[in-house]
């Protein structure tokens, strides 16, 4: 099978109800982290690691991501005439980038949603990125990744240590080391509860997949939640073939969580040359006014 990642999908059609009202009528995928909408992130993360063809599953209100990755015209060239360069390579800077949107009529779960890139996908692997999942631009995880998936042919999940208390949000992996932060996967349980939790090697929004997924994905029912799981599919899976998993060590931020998101705007903003040091003064003052 082809081993260079070419493709990667989005899922984005999400409701978003953790971020309501703001997510109402428009995607939580837009929301922006200091300057550029959370979306972005994750498809320059991709664009960093050699992917070509940026696959976005859309839902009811996600129109803005598409207009968001369109070129833009008459706002290129107001911005030439102001001889505003730098913006104008900002906003330019991705135009080169092969979008196709699949829209997902019903948010029936992120099974779903990755299963309606099938068409697109055909015969590769591929990678999955969750855009509220925010990695620090400056941590290599996906390419880590793709390395991985080079070296043992077998789908690669993203994992991260996270407290018990909180094993329920995510899909949870019991496994052995078989090298430097990578785990053969044993099994996989979707949100469980602290009790049943077989690790607390939590599942995060990166995944390398083979194309057996699909196959996979067609068969199974709805899971937790009344979802179409995509741990559920991920156990179906590993009865065909091995999977492994590879533990992050660096920073994420869960910016579908109202804190997550905060603390990802604080890091971010803090890293951002524009507005780091007027920023760092307020969060100082911010700071000294919580402890009096
Ligand atoms: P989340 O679990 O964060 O769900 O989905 P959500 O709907 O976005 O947000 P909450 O929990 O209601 O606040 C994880 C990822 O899977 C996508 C989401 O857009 C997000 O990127 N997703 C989820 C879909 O594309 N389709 C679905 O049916 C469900």
Known sequence: MEKRIKKAIFPAAGLGTRFLPATKASPKEMLPIVDKPMIQYAIEEASG???????????????????????????????????????????????????????????????????????????????????????????????????????YNAPILALQKVPMSEVHKYGVIDGSKVGDGVYKIGSLVEKPRMADAPSDLAIIGRYILT?????????????????????????????????????????????????????????????????????KKYLIAVSSRLKN
């Open 49 to 151: 690691c050699g992917i070509e063809e940026f696959i976005i599953i859309t839902g009811k209100y996600k129109r803005a991501i598409e207009d968001h990755f369109d070129s833009a015209f008459e706002l290129e060239e107001n911005l030439k005439k102001a001889g505003k360069k730098g913006l104008l390579e900002e906003i330019s800077r991705l135009n080169h980038l092969h979008f196709a949107y699949i829209r997902q009529k019903s948010a029936l779960g992120l099974g779903h949603a990755i299963y309606c890139a099938k068409p697109f996908v055909k015969d590769e692997p591929f990678a999955v990125l969750l855009s509220d999942d925010i990695i620090d631009p400056d941590d290599s995880l996906l390419q880590d990744m793709i390395n991985l998936y080079q070296k």
């Open 211 to 279: 194309p057996g997924i699909f196959e996979i994905l067609e068969g199974i029912g709805p899971g937790k939640g009344g979802e179409i799981q995509l741990t559920d599919a991920l156990s179906g899976l590993l009865k065909k073939r091995p999977i492994y998993g590879y533990l992050f060590t660096g920073t994420r931020y869960d910016a579908g969580d109202k804190v997550g998101y905060l603390k990802a705007t604080v890091d971010l903003a803090l890293k951002n040359p524009q507005v780091s040091e007027p920023f």
